[in-house]
């Protein structure tokens, strides 16, 4: 069975701090990977990856992919209180278009 | 372009009714998906539909299930409900395949009293 796993389950850092979020997969027939960011209601996306190495930017956001090692990480730098979330990664199943996704790591942060 | 919408945003039902939830998918999107969110599960996917065919399913019991209309839009339909029920359903649209980037709609809160 395909799995995302996302790590930390909540982070609390300060304002301007930096955070790294994690996000491991087993999933087969793997292809791209995808974060969302998810305020109060509807995930909205933030990137898809589906090269090893290469980094997404926008903004203070980043997030590079390892197809070797099976991970991502999204990266926040200079956070603020509107980086407050809960990040989410999902990886598709191109086998059978199941799109899986983790638990989320939720972000707080203080002012 | 619209974004996805849902309807109603909100709901309250009691246990055995069922329940009918909506879905109008990004225009041109063909793919829509079905999700419970819960605060112990996360998102948990329910079905996805594409050209008016279930292609996919996820492990939820038969009292969950859904359609697509020739206009893609799609509702999702939950029988005899339980206090269990009570999440958050998503829906998603997407242009062909679930892989490809899904854009959600707002949701519908669903509480089962």
């Known amino acids: 069975e395909d799995k995302v796993v996302q790590s930390p389950l909540s982070l609390v850092v300060h304002e301007g701090d930096t955070v790294t979020l994690n996000c491991s997969y087993e999933?087969?027939?793997?292809?791209?990977l995808l974060w969302y960011k998810q305020e109060k209601k509807a995930p909205t996306f933030l990137f898809m990856l589906?090269?090893?190495?290469i980094e997404k930017k926008s903004g203070r956001l980043s997030s590079i992919l390892d197809k070797k090692e099976l991970f991502s990480i999204l990266n926040i730098t200079a956070t603020q209180t509107g980086d407050s979330a809960v990040y989410l990664c999902?990886?598709?199943?191109?086998?059978?278009?199941?799109?899986?996704f983790g638990t989320g790591t939720r972000l707080t942060i203080i002012p | 372009k619209a974004g996805v919408t849902q309807t109603p945003r909100y709901l309250i039902k009691t246990r055995g009714q069922q329940v009918t939830l909506s879905c109008s998918p990004i225009?041109?999107?063909?793919?829509v998906s079905w999700y419970q969110q819960t605060p112990g599960q996360g998102l948990q996917f329910l079905f996805e539909?594409?050209?008016?065919?279930?292609?996919n399913k996820g492990n939820f019991p038969g009292r969950f299930s859904g359609r697509q209309f020739s206009n893609s839009r799609s509702e999702m339909n939950v029988s005899t409900l339980e206090l269990g029920d009570s999440a958050l359903y998503l829906c998603?649209?997407?242009?062909?395949?679930?892989?490809?980037?899904?854009?959600f709609g707002p949701g519908t809160r669903l509480t089962v009293l």
């Open positions: 998603a649209s997407s242009l062909e395949y679930s892989g490809d980037t899904q854009y």
């Open positions: 999933v087969t027939n793997f292809r791209s």
């Open positions: 589906t090269s090893s190495g």
């Open positions: 999902a990886a598709p199943n191109f086998g059978n278009e199941k799109l899986t």
């Open positions: 225009s041109g999107h063909r793919s």
């Open positions: 539909y594409f050209s008016e065919t279930q292609r």
